[in-house]
């Protein structure tokens, strides 16, 4: 590594700890969007995490099963569990919200090295590389979902660029056609499993980039070489796909094999159109790009007026391949708009999976990117004196600038009038675009040496991206969040029934119940196994029809709203509810409330079942039945000691690779009432071993790790 490039690393670096700057100071708290009530760190990544660690400390095991949400579901399969990516092991050794911490700050800084390379291989300077990279890993819609707790997604995003890197050397590489190319496109492909393995949803959009990207730069290089050879050329770029792809799907194979298993069963294959859409940008929201708005985070756009400003002088000034960052800007926000344009329903309709993706408004992450690196560009153009004697150019240059600054000082008026106040983050955007016209006059009035130059424009982007995000994160202490309801669960969990908790109003947060070791039926996840949504919605009365991340649905988007439902304490009972917790009062002869604490309602299930039953008939609602005391319990394992004859019942749901044995012998397993797993017994006391040995998992691990081995071994040998 050059001393140039560890120059940069350390600037992008120490930006991107900035780009956090409420964070630096409670390395441990938990960033939240400003004013949100919920962050997805604390409420489904710090629970994970607690659960494996506890696993790994308690049982020696890899927790393949999490019994602890939603009545039991695949932890293996589940990209929230964060299992497969390897920076989230950094979670074992420190602090769980610290380790989360600095995983942010390092794929920030990912994110802008990977940019900045991009930038360097597409011509553009060192300076304005780093602008380039400060654009991307500063803008705003990192920092939005940072504060909405969306780790594998920023995780995810971050690759992107890097992708793009290694596209650009596997084409530059097999037109200079030496030996052993196709090592590029590999590790392009290693880069997209990893991408993957942070979190799938981002798979497809980092897929179409790269191909879009693939085709445009074969093309221009092809352009450029004067090489005839077409046939040629077009054979290399098919094997080069196929080695991205196939190594790609190898790489990222732990996790894609399980979780297509898991999405074949889950709520998210009937999501309908209004589902997809929900959080689509509205129209009125493009603004949203010249004017930090803070409403509802995911339709953050802002990217910073200083990094806009140097984005369209890219365009005026036409330099190379700023055509194609702003077809990527223009399509990405066409995206995000959702069914807003006829364009969304033809992408969902012609591209396989975008029918499974939610929340178009994450198109606007290509969005900045593509700004981005248009940024850099113009940086660049500015940072050049030979420029300065196109006098058509420097003169749009000037009045395109002032353009801008106009529109957003009228925006920002218009607002103050009409709402009749000034948000504080306005005023700041003000300012800085009054100082972005005042410096481009100067740079074209006056000699100004180069370096004070790239200093000036490096301080107005750091400035006003960093006004900005200041002003959308809020970090909270983890003794205040980790100890919600603490008394509640602690209680219990001391009492002398055993059970799993319901709330119809989330009313124990997931992260207090993990570390009271309780498990919940309800939850909030984006896969949920329609066996038990389905299941559930019988037992409390709310249609399952309608997709929602959380069970059970809230009609009103607020779960501490009453809503009408209708308790069957029997199915409830039946898994193994034995407590129900909830912000009002439920109605139902067969609970009875224990206490008002905390400003909750606790009840107990008077039918609940035990973890384990046997019984006669295949009936589940049979009142014959008798509870199995002997049961030794892991998340990948359960014994049960029981004598027979009938019917063993074990109140967990039977999910494709769970194994039963009784005395040592296979046995079939069965799927009681559809949901519950089950085995004959025969008379006599038996050993029952129920075992979670899923063949997806085990495959998947097994072609990652020989694609991994065999990829250092064509590096090591190059």
Not at 146 to 155: A, P
Not at 464 to 485: A, F, K, P
Request: one cysteine or more; charged letters at 15%; aromatic letters at 12%.
């Amino acid at each position: 590594m050059t001393r140039r490039i560890r120059f940069e690393l350390v600037l992008i670096l120490f930006f991107a700890a900035l780009w956090l700057g409420p964070l630096i100071l409670e390395i441990d708290g938990f960033p939240f969007y400003r004013d949100a009530e919920y962050s997805d760190l604390l409420i489904s990544h710090w629970p994970n995490a607690y659960f494996l660690r506890q696993s790994l400390h308690k049982w020696g095991q890899i927790p393949l099963w999490n019994p602890t949400i939603l009545g039991g579901a695949p932890f293996a399969a589940d990209p929230l569990s964060g299992l497969w990516y390897p920076p989230n092991w950094l979670s074992f050794v420190v602090p769980i919200s610290m380790a989360f911490n600095v995983i942010f700050w390092l794929h920030l800084a990912w994110a802008g090295w990977g940019t900045w390379l991009l930038a360097r291989a597409e011509g553009v300077g060192g300076i304005g590389g780093l602008m380039a990279a400060l654009a991307f890993s500063g803008t705003s819609k990192f920092i939005a979902h940072i504060g909405l707790g969306h780790l594998g997604l920023v995780s995810a995003v971050s690759w992107t660029p890097w992708i793009l890197v290694l596209i650009n050397r596997s084409v530059d590489e097999f037109y200079s056609k030496r030996d052993g190319w196709f090592r590029w496109p590999a590790l392009a492909g290693v880069a997209l499993g990893a991408l993957t393995l942070a979190d799938p949803r981002w798979t497809l959009p980092a897929v179409i980039v790269s191909l879009v990207y693939g085709i445009y730069y074969t093309a221009y290089s092809h352009k450029h070489s004067g090489d005839s050879n077409t046939r040629y050329i077009l054979r290399q770029i098919l094997i080069a796909a196929v080695i991205f792809g196939i190594s790609a799907l190898a790489i990222a194979a732990c996790l894609i094999l399980p979780l297509f298993e898991f999405v074949q069963l889950s709520t998210r294959t009937n999501i309908s159109i209004t589902d997809q859409t929900q959080l689509q940008l509205p129209i009125a929201h493009i603004l949203d790009l010249i004017l930090p708005l803070i409403t509802q985070p995911e339709w953050v756009a802002y990217i910073g007026v200083t990094v806009l400003a140097l984005a369209i002088v890219a365009l005026i000034s036409r330099t190379p391949r700023s055509g194609f960052w702003a077809a990527i800007v223009v399509s990405a926000w066409i995206l995000a708009l959702g069914d807003q344009t006829p364009f969304f329903s033809l992408f969902t309709t012609i591209i396989p999976g975008a029918d499974l993706l939610r929340v178009p408004a994450r198109m606007l992450f290509l969005a900045a990117f593509g700004i981005a690196m248009l940024c850099g560009k113009g940086a660049d153009w500015l940072l050049s004196d030979e420029q300065d004697d196109d006098h058509t150019i420097v003169k749009r240059v000037r009045l395109s600038t002032i353009g801008i600054a106009f529109a957003v000082l009228v925006l920002i008026c218009g607002l103050w009038f009409y709402t009749g106040s000034l948000p504080t983050v306005l005023i700041g955007t003000g300012v800085f675009t009054l100082l972005i016209v005042i410096w481009i006059l100067l740079r074209f009035r006056f000699h100004i040496p180069q370096k004070y130059r790239a200093l000036v424009w490096l301080v107005l982007i750091a400035g006003d991206l960093l006004w900005v995000n200041t002003q959308i994160l809020d970090v909270r202490s983890q003794d205040v969040l980790l100890r919600e309801r603490m008394a509640t669960a602690e209680n219990i969990a001391d009492a002398p029934q055993d059970g799993r908790i319901f709330s119809p109003s989330y009313s124990l947060p997931y992260q207090t119940a993990v570390q009271a070791g309780l498990e919940m039926v309800d939850g909030i996840n984006p896969l949920q196994l329609v066996m038990v949504r389905n299941f559930v919605a019988d037992a409390i009365g709310f249609s399952p029809e309608e997709y929602s991340v959380t069970l059970p649905p809230f009609p009103n988007a607020d779960p501490n709203q009453p809503w009408d439902i209708e308790i069957d304490a029997l199915k409830l009972g039946q898994l193994n509810v034995a407590y129900i917790i909830s912000e009002y009062p439920v109605e139902s002869i067969d609970v009875t409330l224990i206490e008002k604490d905390q400003g909750v309602y606790l009840y107990q299930n008077e039918l609940a079942r035990p973890r384990a039953w046997i019984q006669d008939s295949q009936d589940l609602s049979d009142p014959e039945w008798q509870a199995v005391d002997s049961i030794v319990w892991t998340p990948n394992q359960i014994t049960i000691i029981v004598e027979g004859p009938g019917i063993l019942v074990l109140s967990e749901v039977a999910y494709p690779g769970w194994k039963v044995a009784i005395d040592g012998t296979n046995v079939e397993l069965h799927a009681l009432d559809g949901l519950f797993r089950s085995v004959n017994l025969s008379p006599g006391v038996h050993e029952v071993v129920f075992c979670f040995q899923p063949r997806t998992v085990y495959l998947g691990s097994v072609i990652t790790l020989i694609t991994l081995l065999a990829l250092i071994g064509i590096w090591i040998r190059r």
